[in-house]
């Protein structure tokens, strides 16, 4: 994600980059925050990389906001606007350029929170990331890089899609806490296994694309089916009857992939 800070005084600038730093890292999110004193120089900016995300104040210095943000539409019908302002004068003309909101400055910290969390709602759905402690310092992870993971000795054994380990130590509920998301599925007290590299379910494993098995509890074999095909239709493929051998399919013909 691509966040533009259009703002003439330099020290609000500043601030509001770090307010918005705060809210990616509430959310675990990554941007790239860019910040300009004009609208000239983001114009120019935004004309030879589009960005996601515009905070712009429309009293700048010589320059009107909503004049940009007209700009700004001839070429990038698409990019969220968020106007800064010290008052709702120009809501009319905020409406002609398809403004998302106004944020009255000074605003306070929920009303960012709650603005920014509606905007994120707008787009596909950013990859996460964790930070992890490990023996040579601390490492991101991105949610995505995550294959599997699992509780041994007091340490988390996380395996990535790159082939790498990282090993930290921590209590599995600790390293769990912070992968909130319906990609990863609990396969017993120990072990986590990111879905979207699951290629199928055998009511045992799950069978990783890369042929890997990651077994699953057996009081948790029905859970992991659903939540399995539940995943597999939330990302648009189909969940259709799997192989499995004929002595199988009398105690469960509800498989997911052929």
Do not use: W
Not at 39 to 61: C, K, N, P, Q, S
Not at 94 to 113: I, Q
Not at 142 to 161: K, M, N, P, S, V
Request: proline share 4%.
């Amino acid at each position: 994600m691509r966040i533009a800070i259009v703002e003439d005084i330099a020290t609000e600038r500043e601030q509001l980059r770090d307010r918005l730093n705060g809210q990616l890292a509430r959310l675990a999110l990554e941007a790239e925050i860019l910040a300009f004193g004009s609208g000239t120089t983001f114009l120019l900016a935004a004309g030879e990389e589009r960005f996601d995300l515009v905070f712009l104040d429309i009293y700048l210095e010589q320059e009107n906001g909503v004049d940009t943000a007209r700009e700004l539409r001839r070429f990038d019908p698409d990019c969220i606007l968020v106007f800064l302002t010290t008052s709702a004068d120009h809501a009319l003309d905020g409406f002609r350029v398809r403004a998302f909101h106004y944020l009255v400055k000074p605003c306070a910290d929920g009303e960012l929170a709650a603005l920014f969390d509606e905007i994120i709602k707008r787009f596909p759905v950013p990859d996460r990331y964790i930070e992890v402690n490990t023996a040579g310092g601390p490492v991101r992870l991105r949610f995505r890089e995550i294959l599997y993971a699992e509780h041994y000795r007091h340490q988390i054994y996380i395996y990535g899609t790159d082939g790498q380990k990282t090993v930290t130590r921590q209590t599995f509920r600790e390293f769990t806490a912070g992968l909130t998301d319906k990609r990863f599925f609990l396969c017993s007290r120990g072990v986590l296994v990111n879905l979207e590299y699951a290629e199928d379910f055998d009511g045992m494993d799950f069978i990783l694309k890369s042929g890997q098995r990651i077994p699953v509890s057996r009081d948790l074999a029905k859970t992991a089916r659903q939540t399995f095909c539940d995943f597999l239709f939330e990302t648009t493929k189909i969940c259709t009857p799997p192989r499995t051998p004929e002595k199988d399919l009398r105690n469960d013909n509800r498989g997911l992939l052929p």
